[in-house]
Each structure stands twice: as structure tokens, then as C-alpha cells.
């Protein structure tokens, strides 16, 4: 069984598919067939087949009914149009039916009218004389006198529009027809000219309706009695479509009143139409249901038609009202005019037609162009001010206002004041009103693009506040090539530090504050505890959460850039050459008789700018202090790593042209225990720092030692190292020194401090 399931089609040529035919059915013809014993042959499966077979089974039918779901989804719209052609095409037939019937009903009269004569003209002359007396002297009863009349009454009925009355006499004539037709109770030629009136009267009192239907004046009860009279007629395809086609052409005659023109109101001009529009609707798909009921033929006709009218709406709507604010940038009142229509079409789902699809893909173009124009203008605007920014930190004005309204930037920020340099409060502000209106950018699930493109706008002004630092000149045709304007230079640290506190506020609070409008309804309506920070409620949402780690590295490159400038300045000269040496420590012994032991000057001013910074950054980062830290710790693991990196200066030190004395293997050990210690003081020592200056350390006593000499014969206690440090700190500070003498290290090496040096080697 498994060996025939695995086995492959093949194909075969006919004659061979006829021999193995022939073969198969030869079984049968042989006089000696036992059906029994064929089908216990044929049967004798175990168990275990039977289950395989089974399955087997079982997933050919979930198969086929997966491929007839796809099959219907994907031609859902011929299917559609099929059906309407085919209830087309039965009221075709119906009509045809009616005439054939019309025309055997005329055949069978002639050959009946000359069936009688032929009777007549052979009988004699008195017969027929006695005859003819007789049917003169005859009364006609009173069907046939009614069937003379019913035309009579039909044509009366129908100058009077009386419907109803006329639906009931011709119900009554069709009877009298086939009863009489049963019963031979009036003769064919009477019999004919009733059905004929009846099919006459039939088409009439229909083409009366229809053009009823058609009529602008044509109220909504007369409007359904004709169309209920026309289906009840036979006739339910034209009348289903008399009907769609009625309010169609109701509301654009109602539509004439509507003159937009470019400086009306799109908003105004979108309700209008919305309510002419989708009131038609609405009503159309009430009166289907109730004359046709749940009929997929015409059930599939309305939501065709609905569909439609919906498109051209749309078309409408793009054309007078989102076209001019797209284009503008105005994604307010582009989002209010979506708001509107969509306001509009969603009640029609209580009916059963979802058509707030159609809207917004159709309106997603339009909101995609204004949000992108939008954003451009946020980025212009910021880029212009940027240029004559004079980098001072500054509280937002009191009543800032944007597109007219007070900002909601200005009205958070009288709980969180926060100091921002102009182009940023500019920037804040915008960003701030832009989020005002965001409900059709959730419903069309633009939040993610709305997201993509705020950033690509705040990585803009990032590359411009890079662009302030007054060494990233080389990197000024690159941003050109971007089409960013002039920036005016942040020359001071103070304003260098301002371009880090605009980028990191923005990025650590007012942007995610503000983004989280676009969060899911029922997560926005979280609540504004103040005690929680806005980023940490931020935090509950994962897109958002990864939005907010690019606008973190974005400010790191920012971080970055500044620090790898500002430690460059130190380590060289306006000429190029480098402050930090081999030549410092290898050149001491032999050359200096008496040493004043202090930190090295470039040591000296790194802590001297990490001071000033600390300073700058204590007043900038008013409750941020995390960040104020993490720029200081940058600063000084970006010197520091250049001085591990560095391989002239270890290829100096390693391998000549002269060996590490003791003396430069004391002031380069005195250098690195500075660092850890003013790093620690000011709590910005980080775990790399302190791995990276052991490091070096390391790495100096290793080449000390290949000299043959023993390091820690040389280098005095840690105690030693650490008073000279903290001497160092009090003195550049602006401190009083102490009355202490270290101008020698001839103290005895204590098995402490040998055992400190020996663990800051091997670690």
C-alpha cells in the first residue's frame, strides 16, 4: 500500500493505456467470474491500511477543501460577476418563456380557428345555416363576457397606477387561463386573447414601475412599492438593479448643491459628501434586505454597487479635499477629513458592509504624502533655525504655540521644564503638535512609517548638531550632499555640551513621551503617573522600545564624535604632534637628578577638562545626571584606549631605541593610578576603564622586567601612589595643599604594596 501511494504518475501512450484497459476488464468476461471472491481479493487490507488509507483520505479532503477556499478567495470577484450575469440570464429565459408560450398559445388557436372551418365547410348548407342561427340565438356566458371585459379593466387599473389592484387581476387572470385551458371552458380564440392581454399587461404595468423607479421625485415608500410590485412581477434582477440605480441617482442629484471650491473648508466639504454618500448606502442596503432578503445573488449585486460608490467618494474626496492638504504638508486636516469619512462609512458595518477598507486604501496614499511632507517641513524648519542657533540652553517660552493652538509641549512642560537650546524647543514643539492627531495613522497602521520617519528627521538634526562641533569640518560635504544648511559652530564646551543635552532630552524623554499617541487605544490611555518616568512607560511597548534604542545610538554618535574631538585636542598640537610619548617616560632615567613627583600634564588637563565638563554637565542635566556620567566615563575611555592602542608608543616602550627605566615605569604607574583615581572620585570609573588601565599597567611592568630588572624592587607602596593622586586632585582643583613630603619615593616596598603592584600585573 505505501510502495503504490509513494509511487508517481507516469504517463503512458494511449495504446498502452488501452492494452492495460483490456487487460484489467478481461477478469470480467470470463464465465467462471466469482463477485465474491473479487472483492475479498481486493479487500484484504489489515488494519494498519485501513488507518493509512484512512489518512490518506483525510488529507486529500482537507487539501481540496484548502484549494476550493483559495480558489474562491482568489476569484471572489468573478464569482460575483457570474452570478449576477447568471440571475441576468434568468430573467432572459423567463421572458423567452413567456414569449414561446405566448406564440404556442397563438399556434394552437390557428390550427384549433382552422380545424373549425375545415368542419364547417363539409357539413351541408342547412347545418350550417342551422348553425350559425344557433350561435346567433346563442347568450355568451359570463367568463367569456369577463375575459371580453379583463383587458378593459387592466388598462384602467394601469392609467391609475393602482398597483396593487392590477398585481391582483392579473394573478386572477392567469388562473381563469389555466382553468379554462383544464376545463375547455372558453373557446381558443377567447382563450388566446386572454393570455395575450395578460402577458401585454404584464410588460406594461413593468415598464410603468421600472420608469416610476427611475424617477428623482420618486419617494422612498413608492420607491420600494414599485420594486417589490416589479419583483413580484418575475422580473427581481431589473428590479434589484432599478432599485441600486434609484439611490444612486438620488444622491448625485442631491450632490449638485455641493461646490467645493479651493478655499472651502475639506472638512466641511467631506461631511457633506459623506453623509449624501454613505445615507444612500445605508438606505439601499435596508430596502435589498427587505424585498429581497439574504439572496446571495443580489446580496453580491449590493456589495458591488456599495463597493463602487464608495471608490468614487473616495476619488471625490482626494480630489477637493486631501489633494491641496497633502501637498502641504497639512496632516491635520488630512486626518480629519479621513477621520470624518470614516466616521461616516463605519456605521454601515451594523448592516453588514465592511467598506472602511476600501477608504483607507484608497486614502493611504494621500495620508502617506501629507505625513511625509509633513516631516519634511519639521525638518526644514528646525535646519533653518539650527543655522543662527546660538547653543545656550534656555526653559521653553511661557504659551508656545503651534498651527494656532497651545502647544501640548507648553502644557507638559509646567510639571517637566526642561532647558533646550532654540532650534530644539523649535523642533519639540513640532514634533509635539504633530502627534496631536494620529487616529487614521493607527487605523491605516501608519504608526510604524510615522515611527521610520520621525527618526530619519531626528537622525537629521543629530547630523547637524555634529555638524556644530568645530572639528567635524571634514565632514561638512557630506552633510551638504544631505541638502542640511549652514550650521553656526558650538565653540565653547559649554555650547558643545549643549548640542549632548538638546539630542539626549529629546531622545531619553520628549520623543517617546510624545510617540506614545501612537500606541494601541487601549495601552495609550495608560496614566500619566509623573512619578514613573515617560520612558519607562514607554518601555511596555516593544516598537517602541527598539525606536528608542536607534534615537539612543543616534545621540552616541553624537557622544561619540564629541569625545573622540575633545581627546584628540589633547593628545596633540595644532602642528600634529602627539602630547603623549614614549619619549616622556624612557628619556627620565639618566636625564632628571631631582623629581617633583605629579601627574603628567596631558594627564593633568584630561582631569582638568573632565572637571570643567563635570561642572557644565551638573547644570545641564538637571535629574539626568545618568547621562552627564556616561559622557564623562566616554572621555576618558576614549584617551585612555587611543594610549592602549597606540603601537608606536608600545613599540617605543617594548623595544627601544632606549629601555623603560625605573623612574619612567614609576611616573608612567603614577599617570594610570591618577586616572583610576579621579575616575573614581567622580563616579565615573566603569568597569572597561578600569580593565583597560590594568591592561596597561600590565603591560608596562612586562616590559620593564624583560630588562632583566625586577618591577616591584622599584615601585614604592600603593599608599605612596595614592597620596600624590589625591595631592594632585586638591591642587588642580583649586584645593589648599598638604603638609606632606613626596618628593622621594625612598620608603621601603612593603609586602602589601608589592603584593597590590603584582595583582595589578597578572589581573
Known amino acids: 500500500m505505501a510502495s503504490a501511494k509513494a509511487a508517481r504518475p507516469r504517463a503512458i501512450s494511449a495504446k498502452e493505456n488501452g492494452t492495460k484497459i483490456e487487460e484489467g476488464l478481461s477478469v470480467f468476461k470470463s464465465d467462471k467470474f466469482d463477485a465474491d471472491a473479487f472483492v475479498q481479493s481486493k479487500c484484504s487490507l489489515s488494519e494498519k491500511d485501513v488507518r493509512q488509507l484512512c489518512s490518506y483520505l483525510l488529507d486529500l479532503k482537507k487539501a481540496s477543501a484548502e484549494e476550493m477556499r483559495k480558489s474562491v478567495y482568489a476569484n471572489y470577484s468573478a464569482f460575483i460577476r457570474t452570478s449576477k450575469e447568471i440571475s441576468d440570464l434568468e430573467g432572459e429565459l423567463s421572458s423567452i418563456r413567456n414569449l414561446l408560450s405566448t406564440q404556442a398559445t397563438l399556434i394552437h388557436g390557428l390550427a384549433e380557428g382552422v380545424h373549425i372551418d375545415s368542419l364547417s365547410a363539409r357539413g351541408s348548407e342547412d347545418s350550417t345555416a342551422n348553425g350559425l342561427l344557433a350561435l346567433e340565438d346563442r347568450e355568451p356566458s359570463d367568463l367569456e363576457k369577463w375575459s371580453a371585459e379583463f383587458p378593459d379593466l387592466l388598462d384602467v387599473l394601469l392609467a391609475e397606477r393602482r398597483v396593487d389592484e392590477a398585481l391582483a387581476s392579473l394573478d386572477e387572470g392567469e388562473r381563469v387561463a389555466a382553468e379554462a385551458k383544464e376545463t375547455n371552458s372558453l373557446n381558443p380564440t377567447a382563450l388566446m386573447s386572454l393570455q395575450t392581454a395578460i402577458i401585454e399587461h404584464r410588460q406594461k404595468l413593468a415598464d410603468q414601475l421600472a420608469e416610476a423607479a427611475c424617477q428623482p421625485s420618486t419617494r422612498g415608500g413608492e420607491l420600494r412599492a414599485a420594486i417589490s410590485a416589479l419583483k413580484k412581477l418575475g422580473d427581481g434582477p431589473r428590479a434589484h438593479s432599478l432599485l441600486l440605480n434609484a439611490y444612486y441617482q438620488r444622491y448625485q442629484y442631491n450632490m449638485q448643491s455641493l461646490r467645493p471650491s479651493s478655499t472651502s473648508y475639506g472638512g466641511a466639504y467631506t461631511a457633506a459628501l459623506s453623509q449624501l454618500v454613505f445615507s444612500a448606502i445605508a438606505q439601499a442596503a435596508s430596502d435589498s434586505l427587505t424585498i429581497f432578503g439574504k439572496e446571495p445573488a443580489y446580496t453580491s449585486e449590493l456589495v458591488m454597487w456599495a463597493t463602487k460608490q464608495t471608490e468614487a467618494f473616495a476619488l471625490l474626496v482626494k480630489r477637493h479635499a486631501l489633494a491641496s492638504s497633502a501637498a502641504a504638508g497639512g496632516l491635520r486636516s488630512a486626518a480629519e477629513c479621513v477621520q470624518i469619512a470614516l466616521g461616516h462609512c463605519s456605521l454601515l458595518e451594523a448592516r453588514g458592509l465592511a467598506l472602511c477598507p476600501v477608504l483607507l486604501k484608497l486614502f493611504r496614499p494621500s495620508v502617506e504624502q501629507a505625513l511625509d511632507a509633513n516631516l519634511k517641513r519639521i525638518e526644514e524648519s528646525t535646519a533653518a533655525l539650527a543655522a543662527a542657533d546660538d547653543w545656550v540652553l534656555t526653559f521653553p517660552p511661557p504659551g508656545s504655540r503651534q498651527s494656532g493652538r497651545v502647544s501640548t509641549a507648553s502644557i507638559s512642560n509646567t510639571t517637566f521644564q526642561h532647558k533646550l537650546t532654540s532650534s530644539a524647543h523649535r523642533f519639540n514643539l513640532m514634533v509635539q503638535d504633530f502627534f496631536e492627531d494620529v487616529g487614521p495613522l493607527l487605523s491605516m497602521q501608519l504608526g510604524g512609517q510615522t515611527l521610520e520617519g520621525l527618526f530619519q528627521v531626528f537622525n537629521s538634526y543629530v547630523n547637524m548638531l555634529i555638524k556644530a562641533l568645530p572639528g567635524s569640518m571634514e565632514e561638512e560635504a557630506n552633510f551638504d550632499n544631505s541638502g542640511n544648511k549652514i550650521v553656526r559652530m558650538a565653540e565653547t564646551e559649554a555650547q558643545q555640551i549643549a548640542l549632548l543635552a538638546n539630542a539626549s532630552l529629546l531622545a531619553d524623554e520628549l520623543l517617546p513621551r510624545a510617540a506614545m499617541k501612537l500606541s494601541p487605544p487601549s495601552q495609550a490611555n495608560y496614566k500619566d503617573d509623573h512619578r514613573r518616568r515617560p520612558a519607562d512607560r514607554q518601555n511596555r511597548h516593544p516598537e517602541q522600545r527598539e525606536w528608542k534604542r536607534r534615537l539612543v545610538n543616534s545621540v552616541d554618535r553624537l557622544k561619540d564624535t564629541l569625545c573622540r574631538q575633545h581627546a584628540l585636542d589633547l593628545i596633540f598640537t595644532e602642528d600634529g604632534d602627539s602630547h603623549l610619548t614614549a619619549e616622556m617616560y624612557i628619556n627620565m632615567d639618566g636625564n632628571v637628578d631631582e623629581i617633583d613627583w605629579f601627574p603628567s600634564p596631558i ?66 604607574y603614577l599617570d594610570m593610578k591618577f586616572v583610576i583615581c579621579f575616575a573614581s572620585q567622580g563616579r565615573y570609573l566603569s568597569r572597561n576603564l578600569h580593565r583597560v588601565v590594568k591592561e596597561i599597567i600590565s603591560r608596562a611592568v612586562s616590559a620593564f622586567a624583560a630588562t632583566g630588572m625586577d618591577p616591584y624592587s622599584v615601585l614604592p607602596e600603593d599608599d605612596w601612589f595614592n597620596d600624590i593622586c589625591q595631592d594632585a586632585i586638591e591642587r588642580l582643583s583649586g584645593k589648599p595643599k598638604g603638609d606632606r613630603d613626596l618628593s622621594s619615593p625612598t620608603a621601603s616596598v612593603s609586602a602589601q604594596s608589592i603584593s597590590s603592584v603584582r595583582s595589578h600585573g597578572s589581573s
Open 603 to 668: 594627564f593633568q588637563e584630561l582631569y582638568s577638562k573632565l572637571n570643567r565638563m563635570s561642572s557644565l554637565a551638573a547644570d545641564m542635566f538637571v535629574g539626568r545626571e545618568r547621562f552627564a556620567t556616561l559622557l564623562l566615563m566616554r572621555l576618558t575611555e576614549t584617551v585612555i584606549l587611543w594610549l592602549s592602542e597606540d603601537q608606536s608608543f608600545w613599540d617605543d616602550i617594548e623595544e627601544g631605541p632606549r629601555p623603560l627605566g625605573s623612574l619612567g615605569l614609576q611616573q608612567f
